[in-house]
Antibody, heavy 122, light 107 residues
């Protein structure tokens, strides 16, 4: 059974960057899109974008264009999300999530990482 | 962007009750809708995909219906483990969007 294991909690200063990792184990990595979804404290779910590892081409939500970079390393089955120019409103739990089916079409997310808390504070 | 509107925002119910949560899309999404359950401090869990398909391992008391712009999630007989927050999600078009969530509370 595939598992996604994320890196640990981070505390960052405003204006800095954070890079969160999401390592897949137990199954195929390259053919399934990995999305990043964040959740601010007490708030709902917000999709940030996704990447299909075998293509290496990301698709970002407009809100994050220019500030986010999503990459994937097929050799280590790890996806990364880097968010730059952090502000207090970026304080949230960041989840990675895998598509239910392989391929380029959009799908529901059947496997989720445990989440990574990113706190932005001066 | 496609807006997803869930109702109600909060629902109080008792063990054994039948409950329904509604999700409306701002435009036609065919059947490209999923439902998730989330408990505090945990990642969301997929319950239903393609509007009405039950994810493997999910109890049969959960069911989904609808197509186009209006969808429902029904729990036929609430169990103690079902008290959580539920989200709908459309994956018809970029960007993927979620409803604001429905918190299911014990009455």
């Amino acid at each position: 059974q595939v598992q996604l294991v994320q890196s640990g909690a981070e505390v960052k200063k405003p204006g800095s960057s954070v890079k969160v990792s999401c390592k897949a184990s137990g199954g195929t990595f390259s053919n399934y899109a990995i999305s990043w979804v964040r959740q601010a404290p007490g708030q709902g779910l917000e999709w940030m974008g996704r990447i299909i590892p075998f293509l290496g081409i990301p698709n970002y939500a407009l809100k994050f264009q220019g500030r986010v970079t999503m990459t994937a390393d097929k050799s280590t089955s790890t996806a990364y999300m880097e968010l730059r120019s952090l502000r207090s409103e970026d304080t949230a739990v960041y989840f990675c999530a895998r598509d239910f089916h392989s391929g380029t079409y959009l799908h529901a997310f059947d496997i989720w990482g445990q989440g990574t808390l990113v706190t932005v504070s001066s | 962007d496609i807006q997803m509107a869930q109702s109600p925002s909060t629902l109080s119910a008792s063990v054994g009750d039948r409950v329904t949560i509604t999700c409306r899309a701002s435009q036609n999404i065919n059947s490209w809708l999923a439902w998730y359950q989330q408990k505090p401090g945990k990642a969301p869990k997929l319950l239903i995909y393609k509007a009405s398909s039950l994810e493997s391992g999910v109890p049969s008391r959960f069911s989904g219906s609808g197509s186009g712009t209006e969808f429902t999630l029904t729990i036929s007989s609430l169990q103690p483990d079902d008290f959580a927050t539920y989200y709908c999600q459309q994956y018809s078009t970029y960007p993927v969007t979620f409803g604001q969530g429905t918190k299911l509370e014990i009455k």
